[in-house]
Every structure is written in structure tokens, then in C-alpha cells.
């Protein structure tokens, strides 16, 4: 096949753009080289592939990128919860304008398949169980609990304490930062776009994802990248809570992985959801432990408090994946941490000027 994959250069993108070629596909690559995911310069593991350097929401340049294309795998965006409300312009701008004219150019041109780089950030919070209740939605998490250390969500009808769960794709969908608006933003004109077109859509949703080619030394990063930067710098990695807040780091390898799989499979819907994990969840606090042993850093330091957006617990239900695509997870967390401590990352990002 011949693909338009946006967002190639980057961290999994350009993951997502080797194993398309040794596939046997031919890459159309596209990339927009931010500077704050990728330095000052275009990192060279992406030469191969010759990326064009462009915008999504350049609707000409699409047009001809598009040409003799039979799918497009969308993974350009910006990530990360940000600095502070000011960047939601630019969220909007190229996650969801962004999307929205990637999404008229496939008109345009006839391009029918997709598959969309989303994230468990459109969930929220969880999945929580109360013994009275059964499966509840816990509201967001009050400042005076955590300034008291109180992290657990309690349970909205009764205020006991709750049992967190794996989360379905069925799940409520309660997006808690600007980032998370515009991940759910993209899914709903993905969505509107199949409606619309009878296009088919996987939205992936990705967890947890490290490994190689990460961003470093940007507010941007994901936490793996910024425990490693504290470690190389010979600081110990700090946790925020109490470091007992689950996920499930998923390695970037495995989510190439999965691209490859939804691109050679009809999607069931014409917007079909599937979580991207390892299924195998761990704590912050331990991803933090499991690098600085393989780095002989320091211990990791709790220092309570939790950012605004921050949730609690999200662990992911890995079985839609495996039943539609055949995705389960290959590296191991203790194995993929280890690797990871070495791992070439990315030069230092450029933060913009506020």
C-alpha cells in the first residue's frame, strides 16, 4: 500500500514509518518538525524516508501528498498536558484544525481508510467499582484532598473508597485537560468524517508509550523521558502523589506494531476504538524505581501535590485489541525499562517563547 503517514519524524511516528517500510509499504512522510518534540534539527533515523516538511493544515500540499494514496495513519499532534491554558490555541490548531483539514483532503482525493493516533487521555479518570454502587464515575478530584494527601477518588454517591478497575473502549468518555479536548476532538470529526463519507477509522488509543527516540528536557514529554533526564543529570526522579497512581506504559515498538496491524485490517466501524497497552499495569512509582536501578541512580522522590489535569488511575481493558486486530503487547516492562535507560533519545526540545 501506499500510506500518508503525518507526524513521521516523531517519536512514534518515525517508529511507525520503519516498520510500514520493512512491511513493504511505501511511505509518503509528512512532518511539521515542531521544535519543541524535536530540537533544533530533523533527527536523522528519519533520513531514510525522505519526509516532506509541512503543516497538516496546509490543504494544497495535502492534495498532492494524497495523490495514489491508499490509507492514511495520522500521527501528528501536539502532546502532553502543556504549560498552562495559554497553549490552547495551539493544541486546537494543529490537533483539531489540523485533523479537520487532513480529514477534507481524504474527501478530496478519495482516501477512504484511516488510522488515528488517539489516547486513554479521553477517558479521564478510569474505571472504578464501589461495593454498594457498582461501577461508578468518580468527579474530578478536590485541591483541598490533595494538598492532604488524600489521592483516591472516593465514590460520588457514597464518599467510600473505591476499587479501580480496567477501563473498555465503551467507557465514558470525560476528557480533564486541553490536550484530552482535542485527543476526543479529533475522534468526533474522525467520526463525522466516516459518517459522512462511509470512510473507516481506527481511533487507537494509545496508553502509557516510551522507548527509544523519546522527547527529553521539555515540559511536553511523557513522565519516562523526564525521570530519565533527572537520572542522567544524577538527581533522583521525582513522583508526584504518593507514586501509587496506576497506568500502563506501553512500548513504542508495540505501538508501531499495532499501526501496522489496523492499517492491514477493515475496520469493523466506521469509528472503531481499541486500546494500545501492554496490558500489564504498573505504578508511576515503580516505572521511577525500575529506572534508577537500571541507571544505579538514586531512589525516586514522592513529593505530593498533583497537577491540575492529573488523574488518579488509568488501566486499560487490552482484550478489543487482541480480538480485532490480534495486538497484544510483546515487551515486557521490566525488559522494556531496562532498554529504555539507554535508549537514544531525542537532542533537547525548544520550548517557545511564551
Keep these: 500500500m501506499r500510506i500518508l503517514l503525518t507526524g513521521a519524524a516523531g517519536f512514534i511516528g518515525s517508529h511507525v514509518a520503519d516498520l510500514l517500510a520493512d512491511a513493504g509499504h511505501r511511505v509518503v512522510a509528512l512532518d511539521a518538525l515542531l521544535p519543541e518534540a524535536h530540537g533544533p534539527a530533523a533527527p536523522t533515523w528519519s533520513a531514510r524516508h525522505q519526509p516532506v516538511t509541512g503543516d497538516v493544515r496546509d490543504g494544497a500540499l495535502l492534495d498532492r501528498l494524497l495523490d495514489g494514496v491508499d490509507a492514511v495513519c495520522h500521527q501528528a499532534a501536539m502532546v502532553g498536558h502543556g504549560l498552562d491554558p495559554s497553549d490552547a490555541p495551539r493544541y486546537a490548531a494543529h490537533n483539531v484544525l489540523g485533523t479537520a483539514e487532513l480529514l477534507a483532503a481524504m474527501h478530496r482525493a478519495g482516501v477512504d481508510r484511516l488510522v488515528l493516533a488517539s489516547s486513554m487521555v479521553v477517558y ?24 492532604a494527601g488524600r489521592y483516591e477518588p472516593p465514590c460520588p454517591d457514597c464518599g467510600a473508597p473505591l476499587t479501580p478497575g480496567l477501563v473498555p473502549e465503551h ?4 476528557p480533564r485537560s486541553t490536550y484530552a479536548a482535542t485527543k476526543l476532538a479529533q475522534e468526533h470529526l474522525v467520526a463525522a468524517w466516516a459518517a459522512q463519507t462511509g470512510g473507516r477509522a481506527w481511533a487507537l488509543r494509545y496508553h502509557n508509550v516510551y522507548g527509544p527516540r523519546m522527547p527529553r528536557d521539555t515540559p511536553y514529554a511523557g513522565v519516562a523521558s523526564l525521570f530519565r533526564s533527572a537520572l542522567a543529570a544524577g538527581r533522583p526522579p521525582t513522583v508526584l502523589e504518593d507514586g501509587r497512581q496506576r497506568r500502563d506504559f506501553v512500548h513504542v515498538t508495540d505501538v508501531a506494531r499495532a499501526n501496522l496491524l489496523a492499517l492491514g485490517t477493515p475496520a469493523p466501524e466506521p469509528l472503531t476504538p481499541v486500546n494500545v497497552c501492554s496490558g500489564e499495569p504498573h505504578t508511576i512509582g515503580e516505572l521511577a524505581a525500575t529506572l534508577s536501578a537500571a541507571m544505579s541512580g538514586p531512589p525516586p522522590v514522592a513529593a505530593g501535590g498533583a497537577r491540575a489535569a492529573d488523574v488518579r488511575h488509568v488501566v486499560a481493558d487490552p482484550s478489543r485489541a487482541a480480538e480485532l486486530l490480534g495486538f497484544r503487547g510483546r515487551v515486557g516492562f521490566a525488559d522494556g525499562v531496562a532498554g529504555f535507560a539507554t535508549a537514544e533519545l531525542r537532542a533537547p526540545a525548544v520550548v517557545p517563547a511564551a
Design 171 to 174: 467507557a465514558p468518555l470525560e
Design 124 to 147: 479521564g479518570e478510569g474505571r472504578y467499582h464501589c461495593g454498594t454502587h457498582g461501577v461508578v464515575r468518580p468527579g474530578r478530584r478536590r485541591p483541598a484532598d490533595l494538598a
